[in-house]
Nanobody, 112 residues
Framework: QVQLQQSGPGLVKPSQTLSLTCTVS????????WNWIRQPPGKGLEWMGF???????LYSPALKSRTSISRDTSKNQFTLELSSVTPEDTAVYYC??????WGQGTQVTVSS
């Protein structure tokens, strides 16, 4: 049974880099495909990026210039980095597989 555990700071200052990690148990990140998704307050879900089991990555065109997804196969983890954040990046951030396994979500607030 696949489980996803998210970790990372919930408060980030403007212009800094948001960084979140998703740790996968019960399955290998080299077997499944994975997403980062966020939901700003009062808005719908926004897809940010997709990482194949092979390690290739596809980013949302709206966020591509500021988004970086990476992985550590030895730790069965993958990481989201969003640079140059503004208050508009305040949202609940999720990691998820393409077959419906979700992390618990991380509320990230961008504020000074």
């Amino acid at each position: 049974q696949v489980q996803l555990q998210q970790s990372g700071p919930g408060l980030v200052k403007p212009s800094q880099t948001l960084s979140l990690t998703c740790t996968v148990s019960g399955g290998s990140i080299t077997t499944y495909n994975w997403n980062w998704i966020r939901q700003p307050p009062g808005k719908g879900l926004e897809w940010m990026g997709f990482m194949r089991a092979s390690g290739t990555i596809l980013y949302s065109p709206a966020l591509k210039s500021r988004t970086s997804i990476s992985r550590d196969t030895s730790k069965n983890q993958f990481t989201l980095e969003l640079s140059s954040v503004t208050p508009e990046d305040t949202a609940v951030y999720y990691c998820a597989s393409v077959v419906g396994d979700w992390g618990q979500g991380t509320q990230v607030t961008v504020s000074s």
